[in-house]
């Protein structure tokens, strides 16, 4: 059974930092592509950052310089270091992992307020 557990969500004032983190369970984890997606209230999913099997990686222009992306194969673990967090980052932020399939988590509040 696949599993993808986010962590790390919560609420932080504009300009803190947070890290969440994804945990896998039932996969190869190297051989998967993982990814951070986000959805606000009232607006579509959108991809946030994605680190390849072979450690490449691209962010979504809104995020660049501000966000991290890592993984850990030994662990199983994908990261997303935040940093300068804005307001417009409030959404739920969820874990994907894609490789002939694709899985999601459940998803992690990240709240910033003023």
């Known amino acids: 059974q696949v599993q993808l557990v986010e962590s790390g969500g919560g609420l932080v004032q504009a300009g803190g930092s947070l890290r969440l983190s994804c945990a896998a369970s039932g996969i190869i984890f190297s051989r998967y592509a993982m990814a951070w997606y986000r959805q606000a209230p009232g607006k579509q999913r959108e991809l946030v950052a994605r680190i390849s099997s072979g450690s490449s990686i691209n962010y979504a222009d809104s995020v660049k310089g501000r966000f991290t992306i890592s993984r850990d194969n030994a662990k199983n673990t994908v990261h997303l270091q935040m940093n300068s967090l804005k307001l417009e980052d409030t959404a739920v932020y969820y874990c994907?992992?894609?490789?002939?399939?694709?899985?999601w988590g459940q998803g992690t509040q990240v709240t910033v307020s003023s």
């Open positions: 994907n992992a894609i490789f002939t399939f694709s899985y």
